[in-house]
Structure formats: structure tokens, C-alpha cells
């Protein structure tokens, strides 16, 4: 439009001018001026379309604005945006913690909520986070969050009792059905981050949903972790077996000194009288029938 650069900056963006300018572009482009009602959709459709199945913030505000686009709608400013997406994934983790509670049982209800009552602040490690309750001993929430240890019985023990205490909880087998996996994983990872004491300030739909994620996903992580201690365990064991073997074959071969030579005149003896008797042929050229046996060995 050979319109100098340094213009841009000189223009009057609060001026009647621009109110004017704007509005004459948005008929070219066949665009509305957002209403109120526009901006109250924005938050409802990604809470019930988008939330499920997209985790990061900024691509949801990617989506309003495009949304807005392909309705001809001119789109909020990105501070309005960025609000209106906060308040989506608010209504939409409320919605979401309240679906999810009401699937439970007051039984499994209770029993997620002895996985942190009582518990003490632990101190987490990185990862899932080993955590440890002052004054010794581990609270069940941290032995639920925590890996297997080195490979063996003990570990693998362990690893079952964790397993029977996740299972014990009863959770519905369709809690999660119906969102992605991401979205538990995401609440899972959330979970496993929170302190005992953390989760218990929280309101109970949502330390419940977490915890209930949480288990959901450790009871298959659990699972698949028995599976690889047990197949390490019979390593262990096959490894120590073989060794155990070679040990008392080893030592039984090395008590026959010049056993080589000893072979060689076995086999000149039974050739040179193919037909005679083991006793008489073969015993005297290698000192008798006790050694014969002890090389049999």
C-alpha cells in the first residue's frame, strides 16, 4: 500500500478513527463484533469438546481463536483468551471430578481416603517419588507411589502386596472409559507429584478422582512391574543353578590329574583288544576300576 513503515507506530490506536476503521473492516471481511453470548461459547465448547483430549493451554486458545475465525466472530483479545480457557478447564475438571465420584462406590470412597488419612508431609524423590513418613515406616499413599526395588523375593513380595492393596480398593472397572488415556495419565502424574497433606485440603471430588487415577493407573504399572521381577527372579535363579552345576563339575573333573593321556591310553588299550573285557583291558592302564569310574564322572 506504499505506506512507510514508520507510520505504524505514529497511528492512533484509541482514537474514534480506529473504533471506525475496524468496523469498516469487519464488514469487507464479512466479521461481528463479539456479544456477550459469543463470549460465554468460547468457554462452554472446549470445557465440553476440547478439555477431554487436549492438555496444554495454549493450543486450547489456539482453538477459540479459530473457532471464532470459521464463525466470523472477532476473536477476544489474547488476555480475554487466556481467561476464557482458564475458566473452561475449571468447569470442565469440576464436571469431570464430579462424573468420576459419582461412579464410585462409598466403600472405594473410603478406602482411597485411608490411602493419605493421617499421613505426615513425606518427602518426595524425583520420578513417582519414594516418600518417607518422619518418624520411619512409609504411609500406604507413598508405597503406592514408589518403584520396585532391586530384583528379588523381597521386591517381589512387595510388589504383590502392593498390587492385592490397589485391587482391594475395588475401583469400577468403567471409571475412565470414557476419556483418553492421556487425559488419566495427565491426572495420574498430578497425583503422584501431591503431598498427603496437600490432598487432604483439597475438596473431596477432586483428591478423589486424583487418588482414584492414581491407583487406576498404578494397578496396570504394578502389574507390568511383577511381570519383570519375575522374570528376573528365574534369571537370578537359572544363573545361580547353571553356576552351581559348573562348580561341582569342575570340581569333580579336576580330580583326575593327566586325564588327556589317561583317555588316549583307554583308547590304544580298546583298540589293540577290541574283544577283551573292560576289567582286563582297560582298568590296568589307568589304575584300576575306582579312577575308570571317577573319569566316567
Not at 464479512?30 to 469438546?49: I, L, N
Not at 479459530?66 to 483479545?77: F, I, Q, S
Not at 475438571?93 to 470412597?109: A, D, G, K, L, N
Not at 519375575?230 to 570340581?251: C, M
Request: aromatic share 4%; net charge positive; with cysteine.
Amino acid at each position: 500500500m506504499k505506506v512507510p513503515a514508520e507510520q505504524w507506530a505514529a497511528y492512533d490506536w484509541q482514537g474514534r478513527a480506529i473504533t471506525r476503521r475496524r468496523t469498516e473492516i469487519r464488514t469487507a471481511f464479512g466479521f461481528r463484533a463479539g456479544t456477550e453470548e459469543d463470549q460465554e461459547r468460547p468457554a462452554e465448547w472446549p470445557a465440553a469438546k476440547l478439555c477431554p483430549v487436549e492438555l496444554s493451554r495454549e493450543r486450547l486458545m489456539a482453538a477459540v481463536v479459530a473457532r471464532c475465525r470459521h464463525d466470523h466472530v472477532e476473536p477476544p483479545a489474547p488476555a480475554k483468551v487466556r481467561r476464557l480457557v482458564g475458566r473452561a478447564v475449571t468447569d470442565f475438571e469440576t464436571q469431570f471430578c464430579r462424573s468420576r465420584v459419582e461412579r464410585i462406590s462409598h466403600t472405594t470412597r473410603s478406602r482411597l481416603e485411608d490411602l493419605v488419612a493421617g499421613s505426615e508431609d513425606e518427602t518426595a524423590g524425583e520420578g513417582d517419588g519414594e516418600g518417607s513418613v518422619s518418624g520411619g515406616g512409609r504411609s500406604h499413599f507413598a508405597e503406592l507411589k514408589a518403584d520396585p526395588g532391586a530384583p528379588g523375593l523381597e521386591s517381589l513380595l512387595a510388589e504383590v502386596n502392593k498390587l492385592q492393596r490397589v485391587r482391594r480398593l475395588e475401583l469400577p472397572a468403567d471409571l475412565f472409559a470414557d476419556v483418553s488415556e492421556k487425559l488419566v495419565d495427565a491426572w495420574r502424574a498430578r497425583a503422584s507429584k501431591e503431598y498427603p497433606a496437600n490432598l487432604e485440603r483439597m475438596k473431596p471430588p477432586r483428591r478423589l478422582t486424583l487418588l482414584a487415577a492414581l491407583c487406576h493407573v498404578r494397578q496396570t504399572e504394578i502389574t507390568d512391574s511383577l511381570v519383570d521381577l519375575f522374570i528376573q527372579l528365574v534369571l537370578k535363579i537359572n544363573t545361580r543353578a547353571e553356576r552351581k552345576v559348573d562348580k561341582e563339575l569342575n570340581a569333580e573333573l579336576k580330580k583326575i590329574r593327566g586325564k588327556d593321556a589317561m583317555l588316549l591310553r583307554v583308547a590304544e588299550a580298546a583298540l589293540s583288544e577290541p574283544s577283551g573285557t573292560a576289567r582286563r583291558v582297560i582298568c590296568p592302564v589307568v589304575g584300576g576300576e575306582k579312577t575308570l569310574k571317577a573319569l566316567a564322572a
